[in-house]
């Protein structure tokens, strides 16, 4: 594939069970939107034990049957924050890092210098996280991913990416290369996604790309970047 392409999601991750959770940022095909996607999947019980919730503009993840919650450390946070004309999206509670960063006059890069890769070995998860700048009829977005510099964890390696958006390109990045025990994890940059016009055919495309025993919740919001209007779809598998 020529390094300028584009590929569909659903071919992004067609014949892969599990890339685990994923963003994707970018510009719709007319120019006129910012977008980002946040999924999560799950293989274990207290995983698949979640929905996403839109409050106040943010979006959290949340049990959907709080007496089955083993451990919340890892799968309860909030993913999606908005701090002045900034929106943070992250896998983790990273965002609430960065958002305090950004409160404290620091950059997108330099807040997560704090954070590295989640501990839960064996697969120690990367946290992937992304920023959109919205501003003057403009908008920039930058994406971060902090994993392990070997099977031990004992060193963090951090890898930051700056974007300018051209219509219709979007990046795509995710926790794990496919499934595994342990589950290796992601390799490279960010894939370029192409990005539709309409949030509906972008939300059905990424849902239905992604394998049905495994995923669990999707977000997908549209700005447009002039008028700052808002569009967002939220769909649980866990109803």
Known sequence: MDIYS??????????????????????SGDGANAVIAYFIMGRSENSRNRVFSEKDGAVYTEPFDPSKVEDPSLIIYAAVRTFENKLIVTNGDQTDTVYEGFAQGKGFHEALTERCFEPDAPNLTPRISAVVRLGSGAFDYSMSILKSADRGGTACNRYGFDYAPLPGVGHFIHTYQCDGNPLPTFQGEPRRIEIPNDIDEFTDEIWNSLDPGNKISLYVRYTDIKTGEIQSRLINKNQ
Do not use: C, M
């Not at 067609?14 to 970018?26: L, M, Q, W």
């Open 6 to 27: 584009t590929e569909r999601f659903r071919d992004a991750v067609s014949g892969n069970s599990y890339p685990g959770r994923g963003i994707v940022v970018g510009n």
